[in-house]
């Protein structure tokens, strides 16, 4: 089966410029989520979909950070503007459903944001 | 919310010896505990899992053992090789409401297998 995609692998922009990041889930898999993990730190959830809906987003810095999943399936989250403190690794998971916890819980490999 | 704390930040280890990382978390109602191996440059991939109606779990050399009253679970590698090199994080999570499926994961240990 397919992974979790997600793209581009890296990327580099200027403070106060936009950028946005894609993820396509394992196919069939209803929930997804958007973690931030910043060098040296454990993965930080951002956001939280079920389908197309939003279940979480507590901690999403909804002043600068912007997500959706359109029909249920891929997903984008973008950052306008960036921050020095954006620097991270934006990690997509996508699991079965919301019982996914343990079951068929997967990780991209990510996308490597430097701000400069 | 859950509060996850991971032990030791790096350990070193010669091939063959033992590891052991520890964690300990905040919320009574988490139930599920997963340990992921994070290499360089990929994301975070589940080694193994423990979940709170279970003391012990086993997986060839990976072990994972939790205390629900002490709220700490920790994870035993022996044998270790060389391939055992990464950054493990231990992870927290509880179902109901809307934090079902979210994990809040501990600051990662750095291991290093010395051939």
């Known amino acids: 089966e397919a992974g979790v995609a997600q793209s581009p692998r890296y990327k580099i922009i200027e403070k106060r410029q936009s950028v946005a990041f894609w993820c396509n889930p394992i196919s069939g898999h209803a929930t997804l989520y958007w973690y931030q993990q910043i060098l040296g730190q454990g993965p930080k959830l951002l956001i939280q979909f079920q389908n197309n809906g939003v279940v979480d987003d507590s901690q999403l810095p909804k002043d600068r950070f912007s997500a959706e999943r359109l029909k249920g399936v891929d997903s984008t989250l973008k950052i306008q503007p960036a921050k020095l403190e954006d620097s991270a690794v934006y990690l997509c998971?996508?699991?079965?459903?919301?019982?996914?916890?343990?079951?068929?819980?997967?990780f991209g490999s990510g996308t490597r944001l430097t701000v400069v | 919310g859950e509060n996850v704390e991971q032990h030791p930040s790096t350990l070193s280890v010669q091939e063959g010896d033992s590891a052991v990382i520890k964690c300990t978390y905040s919320?009574?109602?988490?139930?599920?505990f997963p340990w992921y191996k994070q290499e360089l440059g990929k994301g975070p991939q589940l080694i193994i899992d423990?979940?709170?109606?279970?003391g012990e779990k086993k997986d060839q050399r990976i072990a994972v053992t939790l205390n629900k009253t002490a709220k700490h679970f920790s994870l035993h590698i022996t044998e270790t090789q060389p391939e055992d090199s990464a950054v493990y994080f231990c992870a927290a999570s509880r179902a109901g409401g809307t934090s079902y499926g979210k994990l809040t994961f501990g600051q990662g240990t750095i291991l290093t297998v010395h051939p």
């Open positions: 919320d009574s109602a988490s139930n599920y």
């Open positions: 998971a996508s699991s079965p459903g919301l019982k996914g916890v343990g079951y068929g819980y997967t």
């Open positions: 423990i979940r709170s109606n279970v």
